[in-house]
């Protein structure tokens, strides 16, 4: 994140200019840590400057769970799509951010503050549908405000890589996955239009 959160100054950020968004709610964590591989033979590759040694190994299925292979694999396939609208998500925040972050300090004159001020606020609301731009880094983050598709994905993913064993997603997962695709799809199609304001095009002719 390159943007302080509304109304706070005090965020602190690396040496390169941005912070981490950072969700502490442990819900949230394990749906950031992908699939599991489907059980079967594999090949290990390790490369030392010329020198390449490979091994084969075997993943075996935990006896322990009911889930069969045909599950693992609904399941393996279901969180790589879930990866991918993940990333997608934090595609669209980092444009967002980077142009909210151009923005700050560039004008000349009252008018095109006021038009730069504007833009922001258009793209910070769209931006707060993404995630939850209150964020701050501090561990209390976790209960003052609702998660957003970010985090609402990344809990979806959870309940599988943490909770799920070896089933396959149920359908109200599979559902859910599909209402936050479409809120996903419906910001990103604003963001777009939003690029072909005419604002942008007069940024273009002061540069």
């Known amino acids: 994140l390159r943007v ?28 950031k840590l992908g699939p599991k591989v489907i059980p079967g033979k594999y090949i290990a590759v390790l490369q030392i400057d010329d020198n390449i040694i490979k091994q084969t190994f075997n993943v075996l299925k935990d006896p322990n769970t009911a889930g069969t292979i045909r599950d ?18 934090v595609t669209l925040i980092n444009k967002i951010e980077e142009l909210r972050y151009s923005l700050q ?3 000349s004159s009252k008018k095109e503050e006021k038009a730069a001020r504007d ?11 993404l995630f939850d731009v209150k964020l701050t880094g501090a561990r209390e983050d976790a209960f ?6 970010y985090g ?9 890589t943490r909770f799920g064993a070896d089933f396959k997603p149920t359908n109200q997962q599979i559902e859910v996955f599909k ?16 690029m072909k304001d005419d604002y942008w095009d007069s940024e273009k002719n002061k540069n």
């Open 4 to 31: 302080d959160p509304l109304g706070i100054d005090w965020v602190t950020y690396n040496k390169d200019g941005w912070r981490q968004l950072r969700t502490w709610d442990l819900d949230v964590n394990g749906g």
């Open 179 to 194: 209402v936050l695709s479409d809120r996903l799809e419906k910001q990103q199609k604003d963001f777009n239009i939003l």
């Open 152 to 160: 609402r994905l990344a809990a979806l993913g959870s309940d599988l």
């Open 72 to 89: 693992i694999k609904a399941q393996f396939n279901f969180l790589l799509n879930l990866r991918e609208t993940i990333n997608e998500n």
């Open 105 to 107: 300090n560039n004008f």
């Open 144 to 149: 003052r405000n609702p998660n957003k598709i």
């Open 119 to 129: 833009m922001d606020m258009r793209l910070y609301e769209i931006e707060s549908h």
